[in-house]
Structure formats: structure tokens, C-alpha cells
């Protein structure tokens, strides 16, 4: 059965202490994986895209890795508006779309 | 600027009612989708629409529908028939071919009381 699976499910950092969030999957055939952040009350905001294994992208203080089986977004030195829930999706074969329920992530002054 | 514009942002219905939840973008991307999203679990699949006047149900279809009568629309219509209506609706789109990201509206939470 094709899941995605993130953790932790909360996560509170102090500012300026780096922390990886993890995402795991089980699909028959990636065809991307993809990193959103979300702030209460609002839509999902794009950050990455991952296809294979290997691969890497960074952004500001956010730099996303992927594996054959799990994902990792690691926040360095992260800041208070770094505050908000981290979502994993996947896209299998077939065009469908798998998300997993999110990391919430506080980052305390 | 081009996005995904969703309305109303909040929804108040009564039980019974039908409700229509409206979403446009003006990406030029052929393919919709709709969500549905409560505390706790995933985004979950409603129905999604690659092209214009075709659409096919997600996982979750029953007590809903949609039309894509046009390539920037892509309503989405609560029905009386879903048990459980109150949550917050999500629309994306992207590009049909390859494997693009997909864009998400702002959303709008619905409460049927």
C-alpha cells in the first residue's frame, strides 16, 4: 500500500538549534517527492522537489535530501517565523498524489 | 500575479444544505484537484480534473461533486449527502504532463452546524 509517513509529529526547537524532519515512503514507482510548508489557517506553500535519490535542494535555511525509501528537511539555525507545519508529498506512477499529516514545528526565541 | 484564488474563505451552512466552494486559478495549468484537510490526518483526495469536461473521483468522492466547464474553474459542490461536511477545502493545480509540484489555494474552512 503506497503511504508516506513523517516525523515527528511535533517538533519544538530553540532559535539557532538545528533539526532534521523526516519523511518516509512506500510507493510503487516515485515520480517526486515534494516538501510544503503550511501556516495555520492558510494553504500549503511550495518548497521542493525531489526526483531521485541523491539529489538535493537548498533554500535560505532549508535544505531538503532524499533517499530510495525517506526524505529528510533540515532547518539550520532555524528563526521564530520558521514556525509552521512541514508537508511531505509523494507522486506515484499513475499521476497520484500521497501526502503525509505534517511536521508542526515552534521555534522559541 | 498569477495563483489560486478560493471563496469565500469561511463557509457557514446549516445541515441539509448544499454548498458550493469556488475555485480559479490563472496558471494555464490543466489539471485541478480539490482536498479535503482535518486536524490530524493528511491532505485526502476528493476529485481531480486533468482536463476540461473530464474528472475523476479521489478517495474520498462520496457526498460531493465537482464540473470543469472551464480550463480556470473548478467548483466543488458539498452535498447534504456528506456525513461529515465541516473542515477546510483545498484546491491545487498544475501542469498535466511531467511531474511538477502541484499549488495550493488559501483554502476555506466550511462548518455546517
Known amino acids: 500500500e503506497d503511504q508516506v509517513t513523517q516525523s515527528p509529529e511535533a517538533l519544538r526547537l530553540q532559535e539557532g538549534e538545528s533539526s532534521s524532519l523526516n519523511c518516509s515512503y512506500t510507493?510503487?514507482?516515485?515520480?517526486?517527492l515534494f516538501w510544503y510548508r503550511q501556516d495555520p489557517g492558510k494553504g500549503p506553500e511550495f518548497l521542493f522537489t525531489?526526483?531521485?535519490a541523491g539529489e538535493e535542494k537548498e533554500k535560505e535555511r532549508l535544505k531538503a535530501t532524499l533517499t530510495k525509501k525517506e526524505s529528510f528537511l533540515h532547518i539550520t539555525a532555524p528563526k521564530p517565523e520558521d514556525s509552521a507545519t512541514y508537508l511531505c508529498?509523494?507522486?506515484?506512477?499513475?499521476?497520484?498524489?500521497?501526502f503525509g499529516t505534517g511536521t508542526s514545528l515552534t521555534v522559541i526565541p | 500575479d498569477g495563483g489560486i484564488t478560493q471563496s469565500p474563505k469561511y463557509l457557514f451552512r446549516k445541515e441539509g444544505q448544499n454548498v458550493t466552494l469556488s475555485c480559479e486559478q490563472n496558471?494555464?495549468?490543466?489539471?485541478m484537484y480539490w482536498y479535503r484537510q482535518d486536524p490530524g490526518q493528511g491532505l485526502r483526495l476528493i476529485y481531480y480534473?486533468?482536463?476540461?469536461?473530464?474528472?475523476q473521483k479521489g478517495d474520498i468522492a462520496e457526498g460531493y461533486s465537482v464540473s470543469r466547464e472551464k480550463k480556470e474553474s473548478f467548483p466543488l459542490t458539498v452535498t447534504s449527502a456528506q456525513k461529515n461536511p465541516t473542515a477546510f477545502y483545498l484546491c491545487?493545480?498544475?501542469?498535466?504532463?511531467?511531474?511538477?509540484?502541484?499549488?495550493f489555494g488559501p483554502g476555506t474552512r466550511l462548518t455546517v452546524t
Open positions: 508529498a509523494v507522486q506515484a506512477v499513475g499521476n497520484q498524489f500521497y
Open positions: 480534473s486533468q482536463i476540461v469536461n473530464d474528472f
Open positions: 510507493v510503487s514507482g516515485l515520480r517526486g
Open positions: 525531489l526526483y531521485s
Open positions: 491545487a493545480s498544475r501542469r498535466r504532463e511531467g511531474r511538477d509540484e502541484q499549488y
Open positions: 496558471l494555464n495549468h490543466d489539471a
